[in-house]
């Protein structure tokens, strides 16, 4: 396939889940092994060190960053609430501007009663270990853990203490090939999309991973990649639990750990740790096959993730819906731009939201947006640090009645579920109260419905562990942040339709 350097750059959007933004090696970690994001970062892209995604997990931070919308635009604060049918979508708009398509995988970002193929030239389906149907949870419960879908390694329900974890450690997949495992087939199908692309029509591939989402779970070589002495320290649990919000303390209750040593905690991360050096290891995968294509330098590359993940910070794993310290909603973002854009290789410490990936991409692409949003356009901070934004937010949880937003099928699950933990805290109030993050460079402000709101000096206090909010010294920065809480919502709280 020849050079499309005479027209619209071609896009790729590797979204990776769960990947915390200070899991990797530029970010001065010395466990992580992330060499592709490294060496790109060294000489074709910027990685940002403050990106921040709009909502902690994954469905409504998808939802924000394919529309350029905070969650709160249109109600898009549930897991099983996708984009509906006639709400403006980034692929949608691409594909109607003369872009082809390509979508792997996943469809979450949409409603399930959708037709995926209304929002992409071409859909790649996962498929189920026979090769008949599509299928994406079975490469996430099955043989890509190398258990059958056995759920052995969780140990008895009532007296295990990892029953709860999330971690399987390490896989054997007994000589199964890749195609056993989504995130392999994802990245092996794109791989040969671009090797066969033939058309003078730029395309867009969207590639969305399900790694670094736990179950946390590596195979070889990765899991052995990984210093566990290298590893730095997991934030501690609060030794007063009062001014922390209810659901961090209930599921770290329910989920038995507190008695793990920290040679456990550690393992579990190094397993995390892997995972992630896995999904930079696909990347590479991918930019190989651009650069064999001759399609690399006007490719447009973006890689970023919809969430962190807590992974042992707190004593608690995974994510939730309602609380925001920066290892969950502080994500990776590196861009690299095509050709004729200008760009200053580098880590940038700008201010900067996941809604920015869209307006930068229409950007690029010369594609006008047919509704408002408020995502803003990264290119000139590619060339040099400059004023982006003042403040980030993030958002979500429930108000009370809202029984509509809660994870029924989890729920009823019941305490068998890995879910449990935190699912059962849906049917709570205060424990699931709706709440927004305002935070600057310096200071972390939330407001909470039902329960004590939060209040952070990150100077002095990275890790979020000194609930201020009754500080009489810091009286003048909470009344300047929720000044800026309310000129947010007074921008952003609704849009109207453009005839």
Known sequence: MGSNSNKRPNVVLFVHDSWRWDVMGHMGNPAAQTPVHDHLVET?????????????????????????????????????????????????????SGYHVWWAGRTHDIHSNNDVNDYCSEYYPLRNVDGLKPNWSISRRGRSWGIDGSEAWRGDPETSDQYYSFYVG????KGEPYYFDGDWAVVEAAIERIKTYDSDQPFCLYLPLTYPHPPYAVEEPWYSAIDRAAIPDRVRPPSDWSL???HLKGIHDRNRMAGWTEDRWRELRAVYYAMC???????????????E????????????SDHGDFTGD?????????????????????????????????????????????ATVEDWCGIEPGHRHFGRSLSGLLAQEQPHRDAVFSEGGRLEGDDHCIQQG?????????????????????????????????YKYVRRLYETDELYDLRSDPHEVNNRIHDPKMSG??????DRLLSHYLETSDVVPRI
């Open 314 to 358: 707190y004593n608690l794993l995974e994510k939730v819906q309602n609380t925001f310290q920066d290892c969950l909603t502080r994500v990776p973002l590196l861009v690299k731009p095509p050709r004729g854009i200008a760009l200053q290789p580098r880590v940038s410490d700008a201010l900067v939201e996941l809604i920015d990936v869209p």
């Open 293 to 304: 294509a001759g399609l690399y330098d006007d490719t447009a590359l973006f890689s970023f």
């Open 244 to 246: 922390v919000p209810s």
């Open 477 to 482: 920065v909470l009344a300047e942040l929720k």
């Open 170 to 173: 390490e896989i054997d997949r």
């Open 44 to 96: 074709d892209a910027v990685s940002f060190s403050s990106a921040f995604c709009q909502n902690p997990v994954c469905v409504p931070s998808r939802c924000s960053f394919m529309t350029g919308w905070y969650t709160h635009v249109r109600g898009h604060r549930a897991m099983e609430y996708g984009l509906e049918s006639g709400e403006p979508m980034l692929l949608q708009n691409m594909m109607r």
């Open 410 to 442: 989890a729920i009823d699950e019941g305490p068998t579920g890995m879910y449990w933990p935190r699912v059962i805290g849906h049917q709570n109030i205060p424990e699931y109260t709706k709440a927004i993050m305002c935070r600057t460079r310096d």
């Open 277 to 291: 050096a896995r999904v930079d290891h696909q990347l590479g995968k991918v930019i190989e096959a651009l650069q």
